[in-house]
């Protein structure tokens, strides 16, 4: 996993202390697409989209739309809400079998009649891209690089690395503990970082001491105004998955306003770790495709 061999300065996209992930994921996108300009055969990412949450909508969308940007087969199937547990699966094993698909999403959540695990571990695990496999989950756990790993944690991990200082030995707090983002997240920053990492949750207790002495803040709890800005220690570097709208507006979990001028990195919403998630799911997809093919 050495992402500092792609070689993206941090000029391109670090701006004083903001991490601007959408410059990022434009630079990595542009290395992508010259990646598979010249081969014979595209990589295909199917997305499968059950019903009409909004959120979801725009999410595919935004998906769809950066794959075929950098030159990849992209197949969307959007289906009714009612869809049958039986059709998804005998959709998905099509899927499996198609060798023009190489990566397969299934956009969660699911509409509550679906059993969103047995859906899951129903895709292959060599076209999961979201790293929800038991066996890319298993291998992420085991440090196995042939893991796939979810989308949101690699797109920070990667922000981290081009970053390119020491974070041997710091402490990492990581609120919220879904296994999109908070479960990965913690295992790539202690193994692959080596920080010291703690987790947090709901239940979690002295939250405020354990945030103030985080030297490494990453907030994916999907709710606002639990962390207090002045917990959060000077020079910390604090990255924000949280997407809220608020009167028109999207915002992330935290006071980005309060916490810009104390942290020596931030990641701004919208604008910061969105535009990465989609960036990694184009990554992996083309993992899936060098792997499947041997290259
Ligand atoms: N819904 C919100 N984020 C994600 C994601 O990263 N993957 C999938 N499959 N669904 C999501």
Redesign the pocket.
């Known amino acids: 996993m050495d992402f500092k061999a792609l070689g993206i300065p941090k000029a391109q996209w670090v701006e004083g202390n903001i991490l601007r992930g959408n410059k990022l994921a434009q630079e990595i996108r542009k290395i992508i697409k010259e990646k598979i300009s010249s081969a014979s055969q595209k990589p295909g990412l199917a997305v499968i989209l059950v019903g009409e949450n909004p959120a ?1 909508v725009i ?1 595919v969308n935004q998906k769809e739309k950066a794959a075929r940007e950098v030159g990849f087969h992209s197949q969307v199937l959007r289906l009714p809400s009612n869809t049958t547990e039986n059709d998804i699966l005998s959709l998905i094993q099509e899927l499996n079998d198609n060798p023009l698909i190489h990566a397969i ?5 699911l509409p509550p009649h679906l059993h969103e695990e047995k859906i899951l571990q129903s895709i292959l695990p060599q076209k999961d891209v ?1 790293g ?1 496999h038991y066996e890319n989950v298993g291998k992420l756990y085991a440090k196995n690089p042939t893991a796939r790993i ?3 944690p690699l797109g920070i991990f990667v922000m981290l690395s081009l970053l390119e200082i020491p974070l041997v030995g710091l402490h990492a707090v990581v609120l919220g503990r879904s296994r ?1 983002v908070g479960k990965p997240m913690a295992q790539l920053l202690l193994d692959y970082c080596n920080t010291t990492v703690t987790m947090c949750h709901s239940k979690t207790k002295h939250l405020d001491k354990i945030i103030s002495s985080a030297d490494i803040l990453v907030s994916a709890m999907g709710q606002q105004d639990v962390v207090k800005s002045n917990w959060v220690k000077e020079g910390a570097i604090i990255i924000d998955v949280g997407i809220h709208r608020k009167e028109g507006k999207l915002e992330g979990d935290l006071n980005f306003e309060e916490l810009c001028p104390k942290a020596s990195y931030i990641t701004p919403v919208p604008g910061g770790v969105g535009p990465m ?1 989609i960036a990694m ?1 184009l990554w992996n997809t083309l993992q899936n495709f060098h792997e499947l093919y041997g290259l």
């Open positions: 979801s999410y999403l299934v956009q969660l959540p979201d929800f979810p989308c949101t999109i998630t799911l």
